[in-house]
């Protein structure tokens, strides 16, 4: 099994240009999920996705973000414009199950972003 | 507002002896408990969880203690090794939302 894979692994981009990251969730996991890390705050959930639905997004810090789901195996984060307080790291996540309980959460490698 | 507190950004243990993380959390709609381990440049892996039914699970080395009166869970290892260097995170998970909440992580050194 391949795990969870993101790209790009790191980006750096200058203020104000969209950034784009990219998830394939592990095939039949029908949950995903974006964080973000960051010095400060840690690990904080941004949306959560069921079934390709979004389910959460309440962690999505402002319209500058959002996230789509077209199909069970694609997924991804946008930021339009960024700014250099986006710089973190940024972690998709899949499980089987509907609740994170159901089953763990395996994480891909993460992609660290730097906006200049 | 964490909801999940992790007081230590970092502990020392020697090589051998026994390694306690602790973790605090304040939503008592909180019924399921994780910790994940993460190496630098990786994504977090799980390692151990605990219902809320319970008050310890072991795995291991590993085992979790939950106090729910106290909102208070601890990761012991035993004994500890070089390999278990790492960030330990603590996961919380209920009261309506499917996501995980995390504390800010603890950096396990492990001494030879």
């Known amino acids: 099994d391949a795990g969870v894979i993101q790209s790009p692994r790191h980006e750096v981009t200058e203020m104000g240009q969209e950034v784009t990251l990219r998830c394939k969730p592990i095939?039949?996991?029908?949950?995903l999920f974006w964080y973000r890390q960051t010095m400060m705050r840690g690990l904080e959930l941004l949306i959560y996705?069921?079934?390709?639905?979004?389910?959460?997004d309440s962690g999505m810090p402002e319209d500058r973000f959002s996230a789509k789901m077209p199909n069970a195996s694609f997924s991804t984060l946008k930021i339009q414009p960024s700014e250099p307080r986006d710089s973190a790291v940024y972690f998709c996540?899949?499980?089987?199950?509907?609740?994170?309980?159901?089953?763990?959460?395996?994480f891909g490698e993460g992609s660290r972003l730097t906006v200049l | 507002d964490q909801q999940v507190k992790q007081n230590s950004p970092s502990l020392s243990v020697q090589e051998g002896r026994i390694s306690i993380l602790n973790c605090d959390y304040t939503?008592?709609?909180?019924?399921?408990f994780l910790w994940y381990k993460k190496y630098p440049a990786e994504g977090p892996t799980f390692l151990i969880s605990?219902?809320?039914?319970?008050d310890k699970n072991e795995d291991g080395r590993f085992t979790v203690f939950l106090n729910k009166s106290a909102k208070h869970l601890s990761l012991h290892i035993v004994p500890s090794q070089p390999g278990d260097s790492a960030v330990y995170f603590c996961?919380?998970?209920?009261?309506?939302?499917?996501?995980?909440?995390f504390g800010k992580g603890t950096h396990l050194i492990i001494q030879p």
């Open positions: 605990i219902s809320s039914i319970k």
């Open positions: 095939s039949g996991h029908n949950s």
């Open positions: 939503n008592s709609m909180f019924d399921y």
């Open positions: 996961a919380a998970v209920g009261g309506g939302a499917d996501g995980l909440t």
């Open positions: 996540a899949s499980s089987l199950g509907g609740r994170a309980s159901v089953g763990e959460l395996f």
């Open positions: 996705f069921n079934n390709n639905v979004p389910i959460d």
